[in-house]
């Protein structure tokens, strides 16, 4: 059981450059979200989404874009990557869209960027 | 919109210590309430939640936390510190509009 994978684990770009981190779950969860993770900061929400078709932002979204064409997939991409977006970013999912269901994380994403 | 808030971002208790890890939250609204634990390299994995019903939740590895509506309160607590527990502690709380907000962490050192 795979539960959610997260590629790739470590990252480095250029100022300037594209790239999407890729998020997959094989749980059949309906609900998926994208967070960023910086010292002292705890982890705060980019986007989410209760299904496919559906996404929304959160606290954090500038800067990123997601797309849900699937249950199991949901990509976060960076169009134009800034310093400020060196993080390690984290793809969770829960079973329900009710938010007393837990979240399922993956391992994480380490992005460098220069 | 919710916040979270987690007093002390480093706390070092002895191993067979009483473990007391603090968060407060605040909410209009009954929340749902959550902490998860990570250690390093790994994603977050959830110890315990609070949703309804009774106030006192127990969790994994000998976690249980207290939900007090009055003090807007849940705080961690472990009887006896082990040195796996050493790891990174968050409170998270969510309401009823699909988004969860976690506090900024505590980072629990054991000390043999």
């Known amino acids: 059981n795979a539960g959610v994978t997260q590629t790739p684990k470590f990252q480095v770009l250029k100022t300037g450059q594209s790239m999407t981190l890729q998020c997959a779950q094989d749980?059949?969860?309906?609900?998926m979200s994208w967070y960023r993770q910086d010292p002292g900061m705890g982890l705060r929400l980019i986007h989410y989404s209760v299904g496919a078709g559906i996404t929304d932002q959160g606290e954090v979204p500038n800067g990123y874009n997601v797309s849900r064409s699937t249950t199991e997939d949901f990509p976060l991409r960076l169009l134009s990557a800034a310093p400020s977006q060196t993080s390690v970013y984290f793809c969770?999912?829960?079973?329900?869209?009710?938010?007393?269901?837990?979240?399922?994380f993956g391992s994480g994403t380490q992005l460098s960027v220069l | 919109a919710q916040s979270v808030t987690q007093l002390g971002s480093h706390v070092s208790v002895s191993e067979g210590a009483l473990v007391l890890l603090r968060c407060n939250y605040s909410?209009?609204?009954?929340?749902?309430l959550f902490w998860y634990v990570q250690y390093p390299n790994q994603g977050l994995q959830l110890l315990l939640k609070y949703t309804t019903g009774a106030t006192l939740v127990k969790g994994i590895n000998g976690f249980e936390a207290e939900f007090k509506k009055s003090e807007t309160s849940f705080h961690l607590t472990k009887p006896s510190a082990h040195m796996s527990d050493a790891a990174e502690y968050f409170c998270?709380?969510?309401?009823?509009?699909?988004?969860?907000?976690f506090g900024t962490g505590t980072s629990l050192t054991v000390i043999p």
């Open positions: 969770a999912s829960s079973g329900g869209v009710a938010t007393n269901e837990k979240l399922f």
């Open positions: 998270a709380v969510s309401d009823t509009g699909n988004q969860f907000y």
């Open positions: 749980m059949n969860h309906e609900y």
């Open positions: 909410s209009s609204v009954p929340p749902y």
